[in-house]
């Protein structure tokens, strides 16, 4: 049970460039979020999903967009890469909320550095 | 105002130090509470979910009060291994319920 696992670990991109974020989790996990998190800033939700097919946007999404085709992928696409946009992405999964099972799974995380 | 403060620090404490954090959260509808623990460039982690009645997992004991919208967080006979900078983290009751992380406040323990 690998949890949720993320790819890359890191990655620097020029400006205008576009690159896809992948993640994956095998816990069978309804819910998925992608977050970003800048030095001294708490987490901001970009994109969270409560099934395949279905997504929405939280708090940061401009500049970004995901896809959720089955339960364990949701990818993050970013399409014009922007300076804006360097920061350490994390995805995350849970169980439906309610019910005490509130708690969020991260994966390790990918640097992402714009030049 | 911030839906979640918290002191960044960072808390310097000796090894067997009592240290405790608090944190402050500005949506009096806020339905659950918890602490994440990030070690160093790695993923958040549940430490703990906060109850109205408070509770304790050996020796970490978390503490809600609603009237006054705080968190806090305990740490009894801290170890080098808690090091690392604790989330407090608030889920609000509206629309899909997300979750909303604090900056962290950071510990360092000294031998």
């Known amino acids: 049970n690998a949890g949720v696992t993320q790819t890359p670990k890191f990655r620097i991109l020029k400006i205008g460039q576009s690159m896809t974020l992948q993640c994956t989790q095998d816990m069978n996990h309804n819910y998925m979020y992608w977050y970003r998190q800048d030095p001294g800033m708490g987490l901001k939700l970009i994109y969270y999903?409560?099934?395949?097919?279905?997504?929405d946007k939280g708090e940061v999404p401009n500049g970004y967009n995901v896809s959720r085709s089955t339960t364990e992928d949701f990818p993050l696409r970013l399409e014009l890469a922007a300076p804006s946009q360097t920061s350490v992405y994390f995805c995350?999964?849970?169980?439906?909320?309610?019910?005490?099972?509130?708690?969020?799974?991260f994966g390790p995380g990918t640097r992402l550095l714009v030049l | 105002r911030k839906e979640v403060e918290q002191d960044p620090g960072p808390f310097n404490v000796p090894e067997g130090a009592t240290v405790a954090f608090n944190c402050t959260y500005s949506n009096s509808a806020s339905q659950s509470f918890f602490w994440y623990r990030q070690d160093c460039r790695k993923e958040p982690k549940l430490l703990m979910s906060v109850y109205s009645s408070g509770n304790e997992d050996g020796r970490f004991t978390a503490q809600l009060n609603r009237a006054s919208q705080y968190i806090s967080l305990l740490i009894r006979d801290s170890k080098l291994s808690d090091s690392a900078t604790y989330l407090c983290?608030?889920?609000?009751?509206?629309?899909?319920?997300?979750?909303?992380f604090g900056t962290g406040t950071r510990l360092l323990v000294s031998p």
């Open positions: 983290v608030v889920k609000g009751n509206t629309g899909f319920q997300k979750l909303v």
């Open positions: 999903s409560v099934g395949a097919g279905i997504t």
């Open positions: 995350a999964s849970s169980p439906p909320m309610g019910g005490g099972q509130e708690t969020q799974y």
